[in-house]
């Protein structure tokens, strides 16, 4: 079992920029991926970002790309996702999520491991 702990979520002003952090404990000594989603109220969980197991691989959603950026250190047992000029739309409640595969995925369903979240909140 993988535990997963995310942090760095507050309030920000639209513009503004925050960094999540997402600690991995637990059996981590294989190799998995890592991503970002996110859930506003009344939406849907969404995919923003995933790096693969040693970083070289990115993926994010069309919403983001150009403003998020996704890493890792696995010296740390750390994923992070640094997010800039945020806009109210980015509002929500962000989960780290891992899967046992070195190649990340876009699907929700195809992690193994989530966080309790942390919430985003973009004023205007």
């Known amino acids: 079992q993988v535990q997963l702990v995310e942090s760095g979520g507050g309030l920000v002003q639209a513009g503004g920029s925050l960094r999540l952090s997402c600690a991995a404990s637990g059996r981590t000594a294989g190799t998995y991926a890592m991503g970002w989603f996110r859930q506003a109220p009344g939406k849907e969980r969404e995919f923003v970002a995933a790096?693969?197991?040693?970083?070289?691989?990115?993926f994010y959603a069309d919403s983001v790309k150009g403003r998020f950026t996704i890493f890792r250190d696995n010296g740390k047992n750390k994923a992070y996702l640094e997010m800039n000029s945020l806009k109210p739309e980015d509002a929500a409640v962000y989960y780290c999520?891992?899967?046992?595969?070195?190649?990340?995925?876009?699907?929700?369903?195809?992690?193994?491991?989530w966080g309790q979240g942390t919430q985003v909140t973009v004023s205007s």
């Open positions: 790096v693969s197991w040693r970083g070289s691989s990115t």
């Open positions: 999520a891992a899967r046992n595969r070195v190649a990340p995925s876009t699907l929700s369903g195809e992690y193994d491991y």
